[in-house]
């Protein structure tokens, strides 16, 4: 099983640009997730939706987007991308209900943007 | 809010050393307790979790850890290292809550001397 895919892996915008990181995962969970890494900070919770057709805001959702398109994927937009914006995004998923394991996150391989 | 940290950024040890990685959090109820380890270039993997039970918990690659509630603590033990080891080390804690969110700590980046 493929688990978490993720794509692009690696990206270069411009400032203003917009992108769309896509996230797809084959575990039929219900909870999936997005963080950004940066060097010193570990992870940081951007948006997550708990279940298909919920999202949320995590801790750092200023200028992006997200659309859980169905049960397995779930995108990350940026609509005008700033250089505060490169960095390392990673897609997780979680089964996401109340039994024991819901809250164990599988992760993507990454996806490492630059915003110049 | 739940916090976790790592104080320590950065450990060297020699192949064959034992080794701990140490893990404080904070946390308003009984917390979900994980370490992650991540290699370069790639995404997290999960070592292992606590939940609940027995406060020593074993998991992959020869790892363990203990849950101290008095000390809110979750530190990573492995009794000898290998240089396949070198990689970072996440300690996250979750919400019992469907939503499933973790908060992580900044990391521990492991090197193993030969």
């Known amino acids: 099983n493929a688990g978490v895919t993720q794509t692009p892996k690696f990206q270069v915008l411009k400032t203003g640009q917009s992108m769309t990181l896509q996230c797809a995962q084959d575990m039929n969970h219900n909870s999936m997730y997005w963080y950004r890494q940066d060097p010193g900070m570990g992870l940081r919770l951007i948006y997550y939706?708990?279940?298909?057709?919920?999202?949320d805001k995590g801790e750092v959702p200023n200028g992006y987007n997200v659309s859980r398109l169905n049960k397995r994927e779930f995108s990350l937009r940026l609509e005008s991308a700033a250089p505060s914006q490169t960095s390392v995004y990673f897609c997780?998923?979680?089964?996401?209900?109340?039994?024991?394991?819901?809250?164990?996150?599988?992760f993507g391989a990454g996806s490492r943007l630059t915003v110049l | 809010a739940q916090s976790v940290t790592q104080p320590d950024i950065h450990i060297t040890v020699s192949e064959g050393a034992s080794l701990e990685l140490r893990c404080n959090y904070s946390y308003g109820a009984t917390p979900y307790l994980f370490w992650y380890v991540q290699s370069p270039g790639q995404g997290l993997q999960l070592l292992l979790k606590?939940?609940?039970?027995?406060?020593l918990v074993q998991g992959i690659k020869g790892f363990e850890a203990e849950f101290k509630r008095s000390q809110s603590s979750f530190n990573l033990r492995k009794p000898s290292v290998h240089w396949s080891d070198a990689a970072e080390y996440f300690c996250?804690?979750?919400?019992?809550?469907?939503?499933?969110?973790?908060?992580f700590g900044d990391g521990t980046t492991l090197t193993v001397k030969p």
């Open positions: 997780a998923s979680s089964p996401g209900s109340r039994l024991k394991g819901a809250n164990v996150l599988t």
């Open positions: 939706s708990a279940s298909e057709g919920t999202t």
């Open positions: 606590y939940f609940s039970g027995d406060t």
């Open positions: 996250a804690v979750g919400a019992r809550t469907n939503a499933g969110k973790s908060t």
